[in-house]
């Protein structure tokens, strides 16, 4: 498998299939990521288009040494705020914020669990625990995720947000035990 | 994709009690591993590309596809027409429009409308047997019911892949 560094060589050549092989490789990402930042599938689908193609416009300004994952999420990160404090999306009511937890969230259920009961204490939980990520502050949530469901080290998420390393460390201390708390009032204990 | 169980929950949120932070970011990784993930809408790649310029491949190489798919299939029709003996074509139209005429004639009556149609029916399947029993007639339905078929797995790709979704 060709290395993001090679394949971002070949798209600044010109090559169409490195193009694909990006989007194909890092859309889903990013998509998840804002997705769960503005909790709307169709914005969150036209943020990840817009983050692309702000990316494959700067491409020549792209470092090799870093982390091709960093500096994408870093674009998605500036795409996202720069349209929430345009004041594009308005903060969800908590009516639609429940409805959403109703609705799609219904979806998360794994088919794969072997006893109705097993299944549907996976639904539930997959489904509260989306619903706490979503109750987080937004301060909170993008850490959270870029660090738990991207897997990112704390320097690259300090990279990605421009914050200091020990507010990132702060905020994502704060954000898990706000996390756990969500939970536990949702009547998830250990 | 793995389950969702409450065995990393349960480690997670004791391990926050106990504030033992590596066990705990571990355990919430894996909560969030085991969660549904989100799909693009097909056509999404398409969409990006066409934005920075660049044509999208999918579709043209999909209907260039379909255009020598439908070219070959009628290629190997009107090919294949000039392999079958003269007798077979003079007995082909003649069975055609035999079955045309009784069709008309039942309408026309008003009555017995299936008689005529499986007449015709029949007419078409003793035509078909007649070839199904020459290897070179079997072979050419043969090639017939394949191309049918592959033209019409393209089309439904095709179409399908025009319809955007979500599958969460």
Not at chain 1, 1 to 17: H, I, P, R, T, Y
Not at chain 2, 3 to 30: C, G, H, Q, S, V
Not at chain 2, 88 to 99: D, K
Request: proline fraction near 6%; charge should be neutral; glycine fraction near 8%.
């Amino acid at each position: 498998m060709q290395s993001d560094q090679q394949l971002v060589a070949e798209a600044l050549e010109g090559s169409q299939d490195a193009y694909r092989e990006l989007v194909r490789r890092y859309a889903t990402p990013l998509f998840r990521l804002v997705r769960r930042m503005v909790r709307d599938d169709s914005l969150a689908e036209d943020l990840t288009q817009e983050t692309l193609v702000k990316a494959f416009a700067a491409l020549g300004s792209y470092d090799p040494g870093r982390r091709l994952a960093s500096w994408l999420f870093k674009i998605a990160h500036n795409t996202t705020i720069d349209h929430l404090r345009r004041g594009q999306l308005a903060t969800t009511p908590l009516a639609a914020e429940e409805g959403d937890v109703q609705g799609p969230l219904d979806r998360l259920a794994d088919p794969s669990l072997p006893s109705p009961e097993e299944r549907a204490r996976g639904a539930d939980l997959a489904r509260d625990l989306t619903a706490a990520v979503a109750a987080l502050d937004l301060r909170y949530r993008e850490l959270v995720l870029l660090r738990f469901q991207e897997g990112l080290e704390y320097q690259e998420i300090a990279e990605v947000t421009g914050l200091p390393l020990g507010t990132v460390k702060t905020r994502l201390h704060r954000g898990r035990k706000r996390l756990a708390e969500l939970l536990a009032e949702r009547g998830w204990t250990p | 994709m793995p389950k969702l169980d409450r065995n990393p929950l349960t480690r997670w949120l004791a391990a926050e009690r106990a504030t033992r932070d590596d066990e705990a970011e571990a355990a919430l990784a894996a909560l969030f591993a085991a969660l549904p993930q989100p799909v693009l809408p097909v056509g999404f790649a398409d969409r990006v590309l066409a934005r920075v310029g660049l044509p999208p491949a999918a579709t043209a190489w999909g209907l260039d596809r379909l255009a020598a798919g439908l070219f070959v299939a009628l290629a190997t029709a009107l090919g294949s027409l000039a392999l079958l003996p003269a007798s077979w074509l003079a007995a082909l139209a003649a069975g055609a429009a035999g079955t045309l005429a009784g069709l008309g004639l039942g309408l026309a009556r008003g009555v017995s409308l299936l008689l005529p149609l499986w007449r015709g029916l029949a007419e078409v399947a003793h035509w078909a047997s007649l070839a199904v029993a020459d290897p070179q007639g079997a072979a050419l339905l043969g090639l017939c019911t394949l191309l049918s078929a592959m033209a019409a797995r393209l089309l439904y790709g095709l179409l399908d892949e025009r319809s955007p979704r979500y599958a969460d």
